[in-house]
């Protein structure tokens, strides 16, 4: 998993209007559960940049005055007009145990149903799976080079090592389409 740093500050008031009294200054209320106790904490909202729109699996590293935690994203809420965060959920790593969460996939190769003319569709973007934080990959590859015209390849087709795979095995990750051109010269 790739690495980010979150620097905020506990909070001492809990409520609706605290919260939004911070997020008015420029600050997401979050919150760290997981470990012995919850922690309640605020951060400055650029800070949570990388971890919403970049696609990967961060390793975050809490330091919440001076105290320091690893945890993983967990949760996050949208203003649901304006699409601006303004809340976030981290779940405590604690070594030996297991975490759950999503993973990107990453198609790789060239299917041989695209050469002849087919449609690529990836229908699944991240998988989740669950594991031991050292043993989560960045992203899960899928090699599509034998998929022809109409095949599709699902999730029960991947090998997953040292970590366990919860998106159900007869979920598709990606078919070729046949173009509407290419149906009736097909049976020929």
Request: aromatic fraction near 6%; charge should be positive.
């Amino acid at each position: 998993m790739k690495k980010h740093e979150i620097v905020g500050f506990k909070r001492a008031n809990l409520g609706k209007t605290e919260a939004q009294e911070l997020r008015s200054q420029g600050y997401i209320p979050s919150v760290l559960y997981g470990g012995g106790e919850q922690v309640h904490f605020y951060a400055p909202a650029m800070l949570y940049r990388d971890l919403l729109f970049l696609p990967d699996v961060f390793n975050v590293t809490l330091n919440i005055e001076g105290d320091i935690y690893n945890a993983i994203l967990q949760e996050k809420q949208f203003h649901p007009v304006n699409d601006s965060l303004i809340h976030a959920d981290f779940l405590q790593i604690v070594p030996g145990k297991e975490i759950k969460v999503e993973v990107p996939v990453k198609l790789t190769g060239t299917s041989a149903g695209v050469i002849k003319g087919g449609k690529m569709n990836q229908k699944l973007r991240k998988l989740r799976v669950q594991g031991l934080a050292e043993n989560i990959p960045d992203f899960v590859e899928v090699d599509v080079t034998d998929l022809d015209l109409g095949k599709s390849v699902k999730v029960g087709a991947i090998k997953a090592e040292n970590f366990v795979i919860l998106s159900a095995p007869s979920n598709p990750i990606a078919s070729v389409e046949i173009p509407r051109a290419l149906r009736g010269t097909l049976g020929k």
